[in-house]
């Protein structure tokens, strides 16, 4: 039997070009277990992705800040917290570098997002100012309550799903994910991973994008 997947989007289930990888549409609507989308990216985005999939729409998006699993959704974090250091962080020249659609943030419940040409360091002063954390994904800079994560996510929809955390196997390419490793039972980080990912991950690939990924998910098939 497969294991219980956990797996990040950017830089996993993509190409080095950001687009989701064809191949997914044909390994993850045929996985025999259940399969939890982790992301940083904004609520609307991993449901779109097990909309189009057809697989249950199991997520944990905005780094934790949002669970939906069985029909059921809650939130973490403290977005007017994140609004109020925004505000002080355009005060003070910074720019989020989106546009006037900024389709990065609209949606988002629990965090904000910047660019990753915005200022980090007055990101990151500003952060601490107002008692949040700045997480490096490698495509954003997302502007967060601390102790808000992925993994803890992962523990709360395995719970409703009525399985344990520990039987997941998760993949990830970020420090976003450090937490999501922690959570589940293995992991990995593919090749593309940063060094905190790489750090934390059971097994480091060489694979890259979802190259990377697939070869995982083959051996894991293999094994069952
Ligand atoms: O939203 C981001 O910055 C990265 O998203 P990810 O967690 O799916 O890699
Ligand atoms: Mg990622």
Known sequence: MVPPLALDIDGTLTTRSDQIDPRVFEVLPAWEAPIVVATGKSFPYPVAL???????EQ????????VCADGQVSFQGDRDRAEQAIEAFRDRGGDLGWDAADTTNRWRESELAAHIDADEELLRAVAEEFGLEVID??????????????GDGLAAVAD???LDAGS???IGDSENDVSLF??????YAVGNADKRA????????DGEYFDGTLGVLESLQAEA
Do not use: M, Q, R
């Open 59 to 66: 997520v944990v998006a905005e780094n934790g800040g949002v």
């Open 50 to 56: 097990c909309h189009f999939l057809g697989i249950p």
């Open 160 to 162: 409703i799903l009525g």
């Open 137 to 150: 994904t490698g495509y954003a800079y997302h502007l967060k309550t601390p102790g808000v994560e992925k």
């Open 182 to 187: 922690g959570a589940a039972g293995d992991s």
């Open 198 to 205: 790489k750090a934390a991950a059971e097994t480091v690939i």
């Open 168 to 170: 997941f196997v998760a």
